[in-house]
């Protein structure tokens, strides 16, 4: 099994995918993480970084979400100037992936230290009829007090925003019993012209995420 | 004589597990026991942890390690008391359409969703991970099972309060074959 460097689009990416995410946590843990190059790798030198660099680079800079807010003011995937922006869709339900990587998140940004001021966080919900504005909001900040929550009831909004960072979700509400919800699990990056440069699948460490920030700020 | 003998046969049947098990060092102290003849046969837990959930968090989850004993056994409940949360299931996190029973995840999962026209830039990079419910986690004999965040996990539902990190609780585990055991989960931000 060889390591990725990038995802190329057609069929045959459903299998590259596949693998990738099946095998990403053992991966990155038997050292084969370093597969991806660009974004900001500036010369022969660099290192390498360890997220997955989409291409085409998807450009998100003419999307926007609503935020969680009563105001609900439309917010762009496009970073301050020469900052980062990563951006994450999950819901607060759920006990295991989305707590895992936004927590492993918080430790990235604490090993990355100062440089962190440039980078800013937004997550959106795929679950907006449990996930209410206060719901959200309180959940993320609790991570990232400065951070942006997302929340829109417009599905077809919401869609075609993750279609456009590659993202995919479903999320069921049955009739009875607990809604089933399921969302590909990588955490993007997206740069001051909205370009999504990188992503990192679930199981990528903190200490990895900082590097690649640390590089990619460079 | 007879109770001295099977003592006896107990501690060298410690002493073997303990060599292969890699486990911790829980079954010296049943060894000393001599009352405490068949706990070691049953599976060991090591490292068990939850971590803390955020106040609008509903849902929360354990994790720990369980080295099986000296017979194939399996995990199938789990629970905590009405104070912590309301409900205990076990849980495992796939990629969606992995699932055995193909209830959810193949039919809606296995492609990219192109919405009308042209609209995605780029292609899906994965297939999205999902959460199911399992019936058992098996437990060899022997062998280290672990769950782990992205894989098994014990979710605690319905959360009666936040899990905040330097807290504790029990946590009841049900094996098919060994019964119950008791232990202590830490709550802790990281492994």
């Given amino acids: 099994m060889t390591c990725q460097t990038s995802v190329a689009r057609g069929p045959r990416t459903w299998s590259i995918a596949a693998t990738i995410m099946v095998l990403a946590a053992s991966m990155w843990s038997a050292g084969c993480a370093n597969t991806a190059t660009g974004g900001g790798g500036d010369g022969a030198g660099a290192r390498k970084l360890s997220g997955v660099v989409v291409e085409p680079v998807p450009d998100v800079s003419a999307l926007s979400l609503p935020e969680a807010s009563p105001a609900a003011e439309p917010f762009r995937f496009v970073a301050d100037g020469g900052d980062l922006l990563l951006v994450y869709f999950g819901y607060t339900a759920c006990p295991d992936v989305c707590p895992t990587t936004l927590a492993d998140l918080k430790a990235a940004l604490k090993q990355l230290g100062a440089p962190s001021k440039q980078v800013s966080i937004a997550m959106a919900t795929i679950d907006p009829r449990r996930d209410t504005a206060d719901v959200i909001s309180g959940y993320l900040h609790s991570f990232f007090p400065s951070a942006t929550a997302l929340r829109t009831d417009d599905d077809a909004a919401l869609r075609s925003v993750t279609n456009a960072f590659g993202a995919s979700y479903l999320t069921e509400y049955p009739n009875t019993g607990e809604p089933r919800v399921s969302h590909s699990a990588y955490l993007y990056v997206v740069d001051d012209q909205g370009h999504v440069v990188l992503a990192w699948p679930f199981g990528t460490t903190s200490a990895d995420i900082a590097l690649d920030l640390e590089q990619l700020l460079a | ?191």
């Fill in chain 2, 1 to 191: 004589m007879k109770a001295r003998s099977l003592a006896l046969a107990s501690v060298l049947t410690l002493a073997v597990l303990g060599a292969s098990a890699c486990g911790d060092d829980t079954t010296s102290d049943a060894a000393s026991d001599e009352t405490t003849t068949t706990l070691a046969a049953g599976p060991t837990i090591s490292g068990a942890w939850a971590r803390n959930s955020p106040m609008e968090a509903t849902n929360g989850a354990a994790y720990l390690a369980i080295t099986g004993g000296t017979s194939d056994d399996q995990l199938v409940s789990a629970s905590v008391d009405s104070t912590i949360a309301g409900k205990v299931e076990l849980h495992e996190t796939v990629a969606a359409g992995d699932s055995g029973d193909g209830s959810m995840g193949a039919t809606t999962m296995g492609a990219p969703t192109t919405a009308a026209g042209d609209t995605m830039t780029a292609t899906t990079l994965a297939p999205a991970m999902e959460m199911r419910p399992v019936e058992a986690v098996e437990v060899p004999a022997g062998k280290k099972v672990e769950l782990k965040p992205g894989g098994y996990h014990i979710m605690l539902l319905d959360l009666v309060q936040p899990l905040v990190v330097g807290d504790s609780f029990d946590l009841t585990l049900t094996f098919a074959e060994a019964g119950e055991q008791v232990v202590t989960v830490e709550v802790k931000d990281a492994p």
